[in-house]
């Protein structure tokens, strides 16, 4: 539900950026610190608006990396502290109980054979 509401938020700010853009078609001059530019407002308004997703975009996936790392790491911990402890965590009750009825589910077509 989450990715939804991000979706629609995103499509609503890309409406908002068009329409903005379209009503200022006015040519501006843009300082580039070696040349001065002449170019109609709309195109500077979508290119600062596509490199600032496209920075937003790449921290985006700058931090899942991170986070896929991370999370390695932890489980790598993880599972030598459980070989260390010899500790094995509870399977909560659902679970087995959805395992079960799999393979229950799987035995039947063969018990028919």
Not at 29 to 52: D, E, H, M, R, Y
Not at 70 to 88: P, R
Request: charged share 20%; with cysteine; net charge negative.
């Amino acid at each position: 539900m989450k990715m939804q509401w991000s979706l629609i938020a995103g499509l609503i700010f890309a409406l908002l950026t068009a329409i903005f853009a379209v009503i200022n078609v006015d040519p501006v001059q843009v300082n580039l610190l070696f040349a001065k530019v002449s170019i109609p407002l709309i195109l500077l308004i979508i290119g600062c608006t596509l490199i600032g997703g496209i920075i937003v975009g790449s921290y985006g996936i700058y931090r899942q990396y991170q986070m896929q790392k991370e999370i390695k790491s932890l489980a790598g911990q993880l599972i030598h502290i459980q070989e260390v402890t010899g500790y094995t965590p509870e399977i909560p009750q659902r679970e087995t109980e959805a395992e079960s009825q799999d393979s229950e589910s799987d035995r039947a077509p063969e018990e028919s054979k």
